[in-house]
T-cell receptor, first 114, second 114 residues
Framework: KAGVTQTPRYLIKTRGQQVTLSCSPI?????VSWYQQTPGQGLQFLFE???????NKGNFPGRFSGRQFSNSRSEMNVSTLELGDSALYLC?????????????FGPGTRLLVL | GQQVMQIPQYQHVQEGEDFTTYCNSS?????IQWYKQRPGGHPVFLIQ?????EVKKQKRLTFQFGEAKKNSSLHITATQTTDVGTYFC??????????????FGKGTKLSVKP
């Protein structure tokens, strides 16, 4: 099976802009989670989608949003970018949702905000 | 809220030395998972432990889950340069939490001097 894919892999934006990142999960996986990874904060959970519904949400401002499509592909959007949003954004898929489902991570999108 | 603490944050070893990283949770976990992230890469699932007191081995890696299901350890025997990376533990927490279904530790970054 093909792994989790994320596009784009690298992105440079300026403050105030918005960005949309895309994630295609492993075939058959219905849950998609998004994480932000920075050197100082480690892996921080953004949100999880399952069957097009947001099931869990982390402690991030409303500028961070996401959605999931009927084919399980997911997008996340960050509006009004700030310098602190520079990070590696990881998408992970799992077969279902629930206690401690194993996460299969994509290669990530590295976002740099100038 | 639920937390998973991981120590040490960094570990530098000489090739051939052993390495151990420890995880402690503030609450009882449903399971514990371990992930490895190579430099420039993304987290890759290594193993899942579910039972109290469980011990699993993968070649030179030994994983343990504590009797109370609140702590875990990863031990690498005779490290090699290929072991370089950051090792994350992730605890299966309460479904619907603000940290998602998995609560990640901050990771232990292992460097190996040849």
């Amino acid at each position: 099976k093909a792994g989790v894919t994320q596009t784009p892999r690298y992105l440079i934006k300026t403050r105030g802009q918005q960005v949309t990142l895309s994630c295609s999960p492993i075939s058959g996986h219905r849950s998609v989670s998004w994480y932000q990874q920075t050197p100082g904060q480690g892996l921080q959970f953004l949100f999880e989608y399952f069957s097009e519904t947001q099931r869990n949400k982390g402690n991030f401002p409303g500028r961070f949003s996401g959605r999931q499509f009927s084919n399980s592909r997911s997008e996340m959007n960050v509006s009004t970018l700030e310098l602190g949003d520079s990070a590696l954004y990881l998408c992970a898929s799992s077969y279902s949702t629930g206690f401690g489902e194993t996460q299969y991570f994509g290669p990530g999108t590295r976002l740099l905000v100038l | 809220g639920q937390q998973v603490m991981q120590i040490p944050q960094y570990q530098h070893v000489q090739e051939g030395e052993d390495f151990t990283t420890y995880c402690n949770s503030s609450t009882t976990l449903s399971n514990i998972q371990w992930y490895k992230q190579r430099p420039g890469g993304h987290p890759v699932f290594l193993i899942q432990l579910v039972k109290s007191g469980e011990v699993k081995k993968q070649k030179r890696l030994t994983f343990q889950f504590g009797e109370a299901k609140k702590n875990s350890s990863l031990h690498i025997t005779a490290t090699q340069t290929t072991d370089v990376g950051t090792y994350f533990c992730a605890g299966g927490g309460s479904y619907g939490g603000s940290q998602g279904n998995l609560i990640f530790g901050k990771g232990t970054k292992l460097s190996v001097k040849p």
